[in-house]
């Protein structure tokens, strides 16, 4: 919600009015010298929108207030161009709402566009999220990256390397609405106070890595005519997508990773197709290659690649990963309930080259179990046993 500094004002002020932490106040208005506010200047307050209340008989700011459990000074500051003391019937006024509900709604079908409207949900009413393109997709598609948080531990999580894993999308968004609902509010998850975490770290999110493997998954082949024959073909002539791991083109994203590579070549399918293929060459396709610079660029203390499906966490590669691997892998599969497991007979994957050239803790979570996609009807369970990995994550 926007307001507009009066003569006098300040953030500290506007913390107090609205009960929001003023860190948050100041990370929404980034491009603002808190010490330097002006008369007139636009303020962004993260948690609430201005919802437009017709005016009715009888009414007056205070009594609009006094409903809404409101102070009368935020209502004022909502209008400045309102007289509070000529209101006419049928008149629209601003009045703020805090918001305490969740905008994602993750339980559905989350494509590509579904994803994007919902971070752009967020970003308007959370202005302290900062988003970023790691990249583009074969199809020219964006690959954000979320931002949250301002300190120095710097921490990533991703969701849908793969097509037919996307239930991991929605589940990394719904923890991102919970965060912010948390940090703005003033409430605890599971018991934990959220804004020391957002303190002491920076949390990236890359909620959908693959978003034309999601989209072909979802919605079916894309119009482009060309490509839509190409990936029927490779889908030996289906329509049926639901076993498709890789991304447009036939390369699965989690096999591109210069972590013996070539190791995952020689046993791995020759040609592209759904799943397995590893590509001409390490890094050949964007998505994998947003995902090495984004890495690379960011410096990441840690991270988590979510997967489904098979309640295990993997959290090593070839004895290269450091001790507090171990400590991490253990309390994720505390509050998860999930199993730690540390190396299987896999490579080239996005974990693997993070421990490998960084010697940092990386982990693959596999989330839920059954058959890929799992079924929508898992994902309130998913999102609960997920929930403790999540923070876990950045608290540890």
């Known amino acids: ?12 002020y506007y913390s107090q009015l609205y009960q929001v932490n003023i860190q948050l106040i100041l990370d929404s208005n980034r491009e603002i010298q808190p010490s330097q506010i002006a008369a007139g200047q636009r303020i962004r307050i993260p948690g609430f929108v201005g919802q437009s209340y017709q005016i009715r008989r009888g009414d007056s700011f205070w009594s609009i207030a006094q409903n809404r459990n409101l102070s009368l000074d935020a209502l004022l500051l909502a209008n400045p161009n309102v007289n509070p003391n000529r209101l006419v019937v049928g008149q629209n006024i601003k009045v703020p709402l805090r918001i305490t509900w969740r905008l994602v709604q993750g339980k559905q079908h989350y494509d590509f566009s579904r994803m994007m409207s919902d971070i752009a949900r967020l970003q308007n009413v959370y202005p302290f999220l900062r988003v970023t393109n790691a990249g583009n997709s074969v199809l020219g598609n964006r690959i954000p990256e979320v931002l949250i948080g301002n300190g120095s531990k ?25 965060y912010c609902l ?69 390369v699965d994203l989690n096999d591109q990773f210069p972590a013996r590579w070539e190791l995952e070549k020689a046993r791995n399918p020759a040609q592209p197709g759904p799943r397995d293929y590893v590509g001409e060459r390490p890094l050949s396709e964007p998505e994998a290659i947003a995902m090495a610079d984004l890495t690379r660029r960011r410096d990441f203390a840690r991270v988590l690649a979510f997967h489904t499906q098979g309640e295990v966490i993997y959290w090593g590669f070839e004895n290269l ?30 974990k693997d080259w993070f421990i490998q050239d960084w010697r940092r803790p990386g982990f693959t979570v596999e989330l839920g179990t059954g058959t890929n996609p799992l079924p929508l009807t898992q994902f309130d369970e998913i999102y609960e046993e997920a929930l403790g990995i999540f923070l876990a994550g950045l608290y540890m």
């Not at 969701?159 to 996307?166: C, K």
């Not at 691997?325 to 080239?348: C, D, H, M, Q, W």
């Open 1 to 12: 919600m926007d307001i507009y500094v009066r003569q006098g004002d300040s953030l500290w």
């Open 154 to 178: 710097r921490v990533h999580y991703n969701a849908s390397f793969h097509a037919n894993e996307w239930i991991t999308t929605p589940i990394l968004m719904t923890f991102l609405n919970d």
């Open 182 to 250: 948390s940090l703005t509010n003033g409430s605890s998850i599971r018991g934990l106070s959220t804004f020391p975490l957002y303190r002491q770290s920076l949390l990236s999110l890359v909620p959908m890595v693959n978003p034309d493997g999601v989209s072909l998954v979802l919605n079916g082949p894309p119009e482009n005519e060309t490509v839509s024959n190409r990936v029927i073909e490779l889908n030996r002539g289906s329509t049926d997508f639901s076993g498709w791991k890789a991304n447009i083109r036939g």
């Open 321 to 350: 990963e450091p001790p507090e691997s171990e400590v991490l892998v253990n309390e994720f599969a505390r509050v998860s309930g999930y199993e730690p497991v540390k190396t299987i007979e896999s490579y080239a994957g996005y």
